[in-house]
C-alpha cells in the first residue's frame, strides 16, 4: 500500500493578499513573510506566532532579508527600507497571545529609493569588515534602466557603482546554444558576492566583487569587479564580463546561490532548471560546464538551494513544490498543499551545520537581556533546522518538516 502524500508540519493564514517574499533568519527563529499589498510579518518559528505585523510598503513586496538588528524590505513603490529588527518578548516565544505593544511597526531607520520596475529583488552583501564605516553593500537595478545594475553602500546609501552593464554596448551578443541577440532584456533576478581566495593573502579587502545577473531573455552574465575597492564608477566602468550562459528560451524568473558561492540554478517558465559553475573564470569553461536540466513540470516562479548546497526546492505555477538533489537532479519527492503559485520558498539553516549568526553581525536571539534558548532540545532545533517553508497565490505560508537525505539515515 503507497504511503499516504506528506503533509505540513504547519500553516500559517497570517496575510490577506498573496505572499510573494519569505526569509529565515540565521538563527531560525523568526520567519518573515511578504505580501501583495506591502504586508510584512514576522513570525516566531518556536510559537508561531507575530512578533511584528506593518504595512512596510504601498505596494507589493519584491524581498526581505534580515540585517544585524536590522530587517530590510523592498517594495514595488520603488522604495527599499531599513526597519530596527523588533525584538522577541517573551510571552510570544512561549506561545503567549501578542499584547497592542508587542505588534507595534518597527522603527524606519532609513530608506533608499529604487527602480522596481522590473520585479527584481535587492542582493545584500555585508561587508567582510567590521571596523568599516560600510557595513554592507546592496545590488539593485538602475534607478533609469532596468537592464543595468547599481551598487549601494548601507548605511550611508552611497551609490558606488552606476550602471554596471555596458549601457553602450548595442553590439550582438553570442551565447553557448549558438543563438544571439542585441540586448538581454531587463535584470529578472541577481547575486551579489565575494569570490572565494585565488591567491594567498592575508587582507580581506583583496576579495574580487562579483554581480552574477539573470536577464529576461533567459541568459546569465557573470561580472567580476576591475576598480579598486571603495572607487565609486559610473557607467559600467570598472566592471567586466567573465561569462555569458542562455539556458532558458523564455525569461529567468528566480535564481538562487549556493552558500558558498559555488553555483546557481536557475528557473522559468519552460520545463528546465539552469546550473551554472560560479568557479569557472572562462567562457569556454562555462559552456562547458553550464548544465540545463529537464524536468518534467514546466512553469516555475521560486527556487531555493538548502544551505549545505546538496538539495534544492523549486516552486511551480501549479502551487507544487519539488525538492531535487543538486547534483544528479534527481526528484526527492513532491510537496502538494498549495493549489495555486508557490511564489516563496526559504530553507531554514541546518542546525550546528553551515550557518551562524556571523554573516549579518546579529545576535542569536532575539530577547532582551540574557535569556537563555533551552526551551528547545537539540533535537527539536535539528528538527527546525530542516524545515522548508512555501508560500504563494493562496495567500497562506507552509512549513514542512524534510528529511536529511543524507545516506544512511531514515529521518
Not at 524590505?73 to 501578542?98: C, Y
Not at 553550464?290 to 538548502?306: E, Q, V
Not at 536571539?365 to 533546522?385: A, F, H, P, S
Request: glycine fraction near 10%; charge should be negative; include cysteine.
Amino acid at each position: 500500500m503507497a504511503a499516504p502524500p506528506p503533509s505540513p508540519l504547519h500553516t500559517l493564514r497570517i496575510h490577506q493578499q498573496l505572499v510573494l517574499a519569505l526569509f529565515v533568519s540565521s538563527d531560525n527563529e523568526r520567519i518573515y513573510s511578504g505580501d501583495g499589498k506591502g504586508w510584512v510579518v514576522i513570525t516566531s518559528s518556536r510559537s508561531l506566532r507575530a512578533i511584528a505585523n506593518w504595512e512596510a510598503h504601498k505596494d507589493g513586496l519584491l524581498g526581505i532579508e534580515e540585517y544585524g538588528e536590522h530587517a530590510i524590505t523592498h517594495g514595488r513603490d520603488n522604495k527599499i527600507h531599513v526597519w530596527q529588527r523588533p525584538t522577541e518578548s517573551v510571552s510570544i516565544r512561549q506561545g503567549g497571545v501578542a499584547s497592542l505593544t508587542d505588534q507595534l511597526p518597527p522603527m524606519l531607520s532609513y530608506s533608499l529609493d529604487v527602480n522596481a520596475l522590473n520585479f527584481c529583488r535587492f542582493s545584500l552583501l555585508p561587508s567582510p569588515s567590521s571596523d568599516s564605516e560600510v557595513t554592507a553593500l546592496i545590488a539593485v537595478p538602475n534607478l533609469v534602466e532596468s537592464s543595468l545594475a547599481d551598487i549601494w553602500t548601507l548605511p550611508n546609501c552611497t551609490r558606488l557603482h552606476a550602471a554596471i552593464g555596458n549601457p553602450e554596448d548595442t553590439s550582438a551578443t553570442h551565447f553557448s546554444d549558438g543563438r544571439s541577440g542585441n540586448k538581454p532584456g531587463i535584470i529578472m533576478s541577481m547575486h551579489l558576492y565575494y569570490a572565494p581566495w585565488t591567491l594567498p593573502s592575508t587582507s580581506k579587502a583583496q576579495q574580487e566583487l562579483r554581480l552574477l545577473c539573470a536577464y529576461e531573455d533567459g541568459g546569465v552574465v557573470l561580472r567580476r569587479r576591475t576598480a579598486p575597492g571603495g572607487m565609486q564608477t559610473v557607467e559600467g566602468r570598472g566592471w567586466e564580463v567573465i561569462w555569458k550562459s542562455r539556458l532558458h528560451v523564455e525569461s529567468v524568473m528566480a535564481m538562487a546561490v549556493s552558500k558558498d558561492c559555488s553555483f546557481a540554478l536557475t528557473v522559468s517558465a519552460d520545463h528546465i532548471v539552469g546550473r551554472y559553475d560560479l568557479n569557472t573564470l572562462t567562457q569556454i569553461e562555462a559552456e562547458q560546464s553550464a548544465r540545463a536540466f529537464r524536468t518534467k513540470h514546466p512553469g516555475n516562479g521560486a527556487i531555493s538551494i538548502r544551505d549545505d548546497g546538496r538539495v534544492c526546492a523549486v516552486g511551480g505555477w501549479d502551487g507544487r513544490v519539488r525538492p531535487y538533489s543538486t547534483k544528479s537532479f534527481k526528484p526527492l519527492g513532491t510537496l502538494v498543499y498549495h493549489k495555486e503559485n508557490c511564489h516563496a520558498l526559504a530553507f531554514a539553516s541546518t542546525y550546528g551545520g553551515c550557518t551562524t549568526d556571523r554573516d549579518f553581525g546579529g545576535t542569536s536571539d532575539g530577547l532582551d537581556g540574557d535569556e537563555d534558548e533551552d526551551d528547545m532540545t537539540d533535537e527539536e532545533k535539528r528538527q527546525r533546522g530542516r524545515w522548508l517553508i512555501a508560500a504563494g497565490k493562496d495567500r497562506r505560508v507552509s512549513i514542512w518538516g524534510l528529511m536529511s537525505f543524507e545516506k544512511g539515515t531514515t529521518a
